[in-house]
């Protein structure tokens, strides 16, 4: 083999070696294992595994608030979580500040009621907490929380919270604590629209229609399920139409949670509740005409 041939051969081999480096990588990583998928969810199989279950993650959410762990609180929540009280709407950013800023302790919860709906959990429960907000110490006494709760991510988390706590009388709501994407927000007011009027024009059918089974409710007169707010409608009298403004709506996979503050006078029996605005909120599980709802929080209260 003459010196030119023994050339050739050396560089053939050397113009291989990086196609053949790239293979072996390219085999490697081909040869990787996919990341596990998240487990996926077990429900209970009756309405005691609910409660069990429904107790345990609201316990957790407190211990959390009450060690003012916002790490902690972060991963029970969702990214489009919002939590609703007498002050207004806050975003999960707003919430985690508000938990570092404010105060809660000896939270007790009791009287929990925790039913499915497709694929959330909703919660309803009564916590006495020594409460501060913004400076403001709210009433020990037991008040009526509602949550909404999905397992995303192999885990738990929350998509709303409103809480029925707040001081005697009920002072002028604020502005909510986020701005929101428009088009999201738009979307949330087309659905709430509807809900409201049908309640309000006492279209009966469609108000039923839009009422999830195992969708619960907390107001003034404390935890309602679904029967409960169909009978409530038959007996409500609202002399004027319903306005919203402030309307902040986001998104948690198949729910869309909308607060906003709502103006209307309502009369129940012997209750009359004012045209003051008021915090108001509603989760809709579904999009459009055939979008269901499964919580609503109505903060306002009787002078």
């Known amino acids: 083999m003459n010196l030119a041939t023994r050339a050739s051969i050396v560089a053939f081999v050397l113009a291989l070696s990086p196609l053949a480096a790239a ?25 005691a595994g609910l409660t069990a279950l429904g107790t345990k993650l609201v316990n957790a ?11 902690g609180a972060k991963a029970l929540m969702q990214d489009g979580f919002q939590w609703m009280n007498y002050q207004g709407a806050l975003d999960r950013t707003g919430t985690l500040a508000a938990i570092k800023a404010g ?27 020594k409460e501060t907000i913004g400076g403001v110490t709210l009433p020990t006494a037991a008040a009526p929380r509602l949550s909404v709760w999905q397992w995303v991510d192999g885990a738990w988390r929350m998509a709303a919270l409103g809480s029925m706590n707040m001081p005697s009388p009920r002072p002028a709501s604020g502005l909510p604590g986020f701005a929101g994407e428009r088009a999201v ?23 039923d229609a839009m009422l999830a089974e195992g969708m619960q409710s907390v107001n003034f ?11 409530g409608a038959h007996y409500t009298k609202s002399p004027t139409p319903a306005a919203f403004t402030e309307v902040r709506a986001t998104t948690c996979g198949g729910l869309t949670v909308v607060t906003c503050s709502m103006a209307l006078a309502v009369s129940v029996g012997w209750s009359s509740l ?7 909120m509603v989760v809709f599980q579904g999009s459009g005409d055939a979008a269901k709802v499964i919580a609503t929080v109505n903060t306002n209260q009787p002078k």
Request: include cysteine; proline fraction near 9%.
């Open 23 to 47: 293979l072996a990588f390219s085999t490697n990583w081909a040869q990787t294992p996919p990341a596990a998928p998240a487990p996926a969810v077990s429900w209970p199989s009756d309405s």
């Open 61 to 71: 959410w407190y211990a959390k608030v009450t060690a003012q762990d916002a790490d």
């Open 103 to 129: 105060s809660t302790a000896s939270a007790s919860v009791s009287d929990l009621v925790a039913t499915r709906v497709g694929d959330a959990l909703v919660v309803s429960c009564q916590v006495s907490a």
């Open 185 to 207: 927000n738009e979307s949330g007011l087309a659905l709430l629209k509807p809900f409201i009027v049908a309640q309000v024009s006492k279209d009966f059918d469609k108000y």
């Open 221 to 231: 007169k404390g935890q309602k399920v679904r029967a409960d707010l169909i009978k």
């Open 274 to 280: 004012p045209a003051d605005p008021a915090p108001f």
